[in-house]
């Protein structure tokens, strides 16, 4: 249980909801020497949630193993393909008459490969709890067990409603080297009779301002207003039409079908980094204006084109899945 501490305010400020989505297009049309891709899926108890992101926001409710062994894995794959570069060209400069030690890398390669092939399958090492926010129902669902609480979900899950939980934020150590930073943390406003309620959400591994922390629950508190519709971010712009209310405002907006889609990944990021920044200069007491025609901010950078399926491609695609034991 953690101590309890003033908790963040269900209103929104600083109103710039962003979060860079990857064209997944050109990475389904070419699996490189990621020959078990299409075992890549969700567990159950996600899937249905990440299908409808119009309705559901999915975080994970409990600490996860997996995003740690996979960084573990390709972080040994990449330091091996790292002692391999160096090794090259020092044997060729100095060591040229001694014998090539290949085992070395043909081990480094196999073990890239191997866990790169794995990845669908480690996705399932460990918990898998998630805590789901529904713009539907206005509730809050839980997939983990909770002792005291009958009401359940169309899903058969633990439920509460949105007006129960709150977010608090609190100082804790993120990484085994003691990084630490501030993390938000969402539990029911009856935490002593819920004590399951209480989530940790990782939103920075190291960093002690509480600017992430802000942004993070603005991003819950404008998600689960029903009343508005979905901020035009990348993330919602191929399910907007799926939700009543966003669809007519985006009608009466007079909004493009596709802008985020056609925007390259790069030019995203860029996007992403410029609203951080300005956040970390917030100081989130004033609201200020929602972007809702971001096609108007942020015209298309033309010299920022969406890669494309050639050669080139394939290549980085190739080389990165070597290297690093990364399915890109």
């Known amino acids: 249980m953690i101590n309890l501490t003033p908790t963040l305010p269900k209103e929104t400020t600083y109103n710039r909801f962003y979060k860079p989505k990857a064209d997944f297009s050109l990475r389904e049309k070419f699996d490189g020497l990621y020959l078990t891709r299409q075992y890549e899926k969700s567990s159950q108890n996600r899937r249905f949630f990440e299908e409808h992101p119009e309705r559901f926001l999915v975080r994970a409710s409990d600490k996860h193993v997996t995003g740690w062994l996979t960084l573990a894995c390709m972080f040994l794959g990449f330091t091996g393909s790292c002692l391999c570069a160096i090794y090259l060209p020092a044997w060729l400069i100095f060591y040229f008459d001694e014998p090539f030690e290949y085992h070395f890398f043909i081990a480094v390669l196999i073990w890239n490969l191997f866990w790169l092939n794995a990845f669908p399958w480690t996705k399932h090492v460990g918990s898998d709890h998630i805590i789901y926010f529904d713009r539907l129902t206005g509730r ?57 309620s209480e989530v940790e959400v990782v939103v920075s591994e190291a960093t002690n301002s509480r600017t992430y922390c802000y942004l993070f629950w603005e991003e819950v508190c404008r998600f689960m207003d029903n009343t508005k519709p979905l901020p035009d971010v990348p993330e919602y712009e191929e399910v907007r ?33 410029e609203l951080t920044s300005e956040a970390f200069n917030f100081a989130f007491d004033k609201p200020q204006a929602e972007i809702t025609k971001p096609w108007e901010v942020w015209p298309i950078d033309p ?22 034991g990364c399915p890109v």
Not at 256 to 273: A, L, T, V
Not at 308 to 318: A, E, G, H, R
């Open 140 to 196: 809050v669902g839980y997939t983990k067990t909770f002792f005291h609480q009958t009401e359940k979900d169309e899903f058969g899950n633990a439920s509460f409603a949105w007006q129960d939980i709150v977010c608090t934020t609190q100082y804790r150590t993120t990484t085994q080297y003691g990084s630490q930073a501030q993390l938000p943390y969402i539990y029911h406003v009856d935490l002593e009779k819920y004590p399951e």
């Open 241 to 273: 039409h799926l939700d009543p209310v966003t669809a007519a405002f985006d009608k009466d907006n007079g909004r493009p079908k596709r802008f985020w889609q056609d925007m390259s990944f790069e030019q995203q990021s860029k996007i992403e980094d």
């Open 303 to 324: 010299a920022m084109p969406k890669p494309v399926l050639d050669n080139t491609y394939k290549f980085k695609q190739i080389l990165i899945q070597i290297t690093c």
